[in-house]
């Protein structure tokens, strides 16, 4: 969108939107193609990717627990799904303390739970956006 909005206002060239255009199909094409290797859906590889984004967490993790880890609060989203969870603040606290539990669980690393809780409960808005809308 910031790309579209300097375009707009002149401040990048044709060629660079397409530069960056381009640039993005080839992360989406990665991120697929992860997926695929994984065995992950598209959701799950985007909870993974917030669960491994902290690199303690990534070096005291096994790679399997990881994705265990994001196909469960995969389904937890799902199954919240038809709650409006988003917009009242009781059901997003009951979220953020299922995912802290979920965390703990399977020893997700304590200092590295909040960041993580915050990057899934974002994931996860993102996800009932999806949801809602198609």
């Not at 640039?23 to 669960?51: H, M, P």
Request: glycine share 4%; proline share 2%.
């Amino acid at each position: 969108m910031a790309t579209l909005t300097r375009y707009t206002n002149r401040a990048i060239t044709t060629a660079q939107v397409i530069e960056e255009l381009i640039g993005l199909a080839q992360t989406i094409r990665e991120a697929l193609k992860r997926g695929d290797e994984t065995a992950l859906t598209e959701e799950e590889v985007a909870f993974y990717d917030a669960l491994a984004d902290n690199e303690s967490a990534r070096d005291v993790m096994q790679d399997d627990t990881l994705k265990l880890i994001a196909r469960d609060l995969a389904d937890l989203i799902k199954g919240k799904a038809s709650l409006d969870w988003t917009q009242r603040e009781p059901v997003r606290a009951d979220m953020r303390r299922t995912v802290r539990r979920l965390l703990t669980k399977y020893g997700y690393p304590p200092d590295a739970q909040e960041a993580a809780t915050q990057l899934v409960i974002r994931q996860a808005e993102l996800m009932a956006e999806g949801i809602t809308s198609s």
